[in-house]
Nanobody
Framework: QVQLVESGGGLVQAGGSLRLSCAAS????????MGWFRQAPGKEREFVAA????????SYADSVKGRFTISRDNAKNTVYLQMNSLKPEDTAVYYC????????????????????WGQGTQVTVSS
């Protein structure tokens, strides 16, 4: 059974940084792309970033480009999201997601491409 467990959320002032982690288990982690999504109160879940199964390619939402960095350590079965220059509008529950198919060459930002989801971790940015 695939499990994704996020950690690292919290309360931070605007301009600050946080690093989210997502530990995966239950399948061969290194075969699958991983993504981060977020959902703010009253809004739909939106794509934040994704990283290819081999770590070579990344994709970012325009709203976080240049501020967030996604990375992975396949030896530790963990994907990270480094968030810098945080803004109040980054406040949301952040979810880690595991791709539905292995060895995807072109990263997807759609919910349907991801089969497994973590429970989420709250990020709150105060102004």
């Amino acid at each position: 059974q695939v499990q994704l467990v996020e950690s690292g959320g919290g309360l931070v002032q605007a301009g600050g940084s946080l690093r989210l982690s997502c530990a995966a288990s239950g399948r061969t982690f290194s075969n699958y792309a991983m993504g981060w999504f977020r959902q703010a109160p009253g809004k739909e879940r939106e794509f934040v970033a994704a990283i290819r199964w081999d770590g070579v390619g990344q994709s970012y939402a325009d709203s976080v480009k240049g501020r967030f960095t996604i990375s992975r350590d396949n030896a530790k079965n963990t994907v990270y999201l480094q968030m810098n220059s945080l803004k109040p509008e980054d406040t949301a529950v952040y979810y880690c997601a595991g791709d539905r198919i292995p060895w995807r060459l072109v990263l997807s930002g759609t919910n349907d491409a991801y089969a497994y989801w973590g429970q989420g971790t709250q990020v709150t940015v105060s102004s």
